[in-house]
């Protein structure tokens, strides 16, 4: 046994601890970005995508050597991006819905 070998377990458990950590860190955020207020079937299809942006931004996180300036600039954008889109897009599907027609010749 070399006395390399014991540094190369060491930096596979560390590269599992992290992976682990990682994996478990974009569950948490998408759990706290669970909007109810859109509908439970519309909350749990945006469920996936918000686990998956956790796991992007935590690996912006270890990529960025640790700095927390990638992430909140990563969330930053996609606050002023994606979040304009996907209310509009939730409030022109809200408004069709509920579209009153006064034309007698239209069907219902």
């Not at 974009?26 to 796991?55: E, N, R």
């Not at 994606?82 to 509009?88: G, I, Q, R, T």
Request: aromatic fraction near 12%; include cysteine.
């Amino acid at each position: 046994m070399t006395p390399l070998s014991g540094v190369g377990e060491e930096q596979f458990a560390l590269t599992r601890v992290v992976a682990l950590a990682r994996w478990r860190s974009g569950l948490v955020f998408g759990c706290l970005h669970f909007y109810v207020f859109t509908g439970l079937p519309a909350a749990l299809m945006a469920q996936p995508a918000s686990t998956v942006l956790g796991w992007v931004i935590g690996a912006l996180y270890l990529l960025s050597l640790r700095s927390l300036w990638a992430c909140v600039t990563a969330h930053l954008l996609i606050d002023a991006v994606l979040e304009p889109a996907l209310l509009l897009s939730f409030i022109h599907r809200r408004a069709k819905s509920k579209r009153v027609s006064y034309n007698r010749y239209e069907a219902d």
